[in-house]
């Protein structure tokens, strides 16, 4: 069982839609991450939130908008996707260390997201 | 530019022999290092990591790592493999002040166990 809770599992949506990925943790961990995973690769960083604030955008196309209302929530709001958007979408968590950042990064198992 | 090879892409091995998964990683000082497990349409599971102190670390599920300064490699092993270790295997690097959990991944390596 993961200790970061991701829905829904599974996304089909349209071009045209608007949705909503979400993401939830309840271990006091003030770093959340959201990762985009296309299949037989490596997680790709997308971004970073710190204390509950934006500090990393890997420059994320704007369709993909994320949020962090509070300490345990981060969400990522999908409108007018591609095709080629489809992908296993990840959320992490983390401790923040002062001084080196050397935590660990706890998944969610995703939400499977296929853009037709 | 901080990199890590997994130079296996795909490695099969039967069920009760030893597997040894390897990592070589590109970085001026000693990085955090990590192996990660994912199973299919599953997240990412931390086995074991590597900060500093001793070389050999333990790990979950009977994993261990070895780190190597001078071969600046991390690799994973486990003495006698179970079917329920098949499984995607990444290797990462977390290079010194960084900062947001930016994790450098290997491509992995996909197990396959035989009966």
């Known amino acids: 069982d993961t200790e970061v809770t991701q829905t829904p599992k599974h996304l089909v949506m349209g071009m045209t839609n608007k949705k909503s990925l979400k993401c939830e943790q309840h271990m006091g961990h003030r770093a959340m991450y959201w990762y985009k995973q296309k299949a037989k690769k490596p997680p790709e960083l997308m971004f970073v939130y710190s204390y509950e604030k934006l500090s990393i955008n890997e420059s994320v196309p704007s369709r993909f908008s994320p949020e962090c209302p509070n300490s345990s929530l981060l969400n990522l709001h999908l409108h007018a996707l591609q095709p080629e958007d489809s992908a296993l979408y990840l959320c992490a968590s983390t401790h923040l260390v002062k001084g080196r950042d050397n935590s660990p990064l706890h998944f969610g198992n995703g939400t499977r997201l296929t853009v037709t | 530019a901080q990199s890590v090879t997994q130079p296996d892409i795909h490695i099969t091995v039967s069920e009760g022999a030893s597997l040894e998964l390897r990592c070589n990683y590109s970085?001026?000082?000693?990085?955090?290092l990590f192996w990660y497990v994912q199973s299919p349409g599953q997240g990412l599971q931390l086995l074991l990591k590597y900060f500093s102190g001793d070389t050999l670390v333990q790990g979950i599920k009977g994993f261990e790592a070895e780190f190597k300064r001078s071969q600046s490699s991390f690799n994973l092993r486990k003495p006698s493999v179970h079917w329920s270790d098949a499984a995607e295997y990444f290797c990462?690097?977390?290079?010194?002040?960084?900062?947001?959990?930016?994790?450098?991944f290997g491509q992995g390596t996909e197990l396959s166990v035989k009966p």
């Open positions: 990462a690097v977390a290079p010194w002040g960084n900062q947001g959990g930016k994790l450098i």
């Open positions: 970085y001026g000082a000693t990085p955090y």
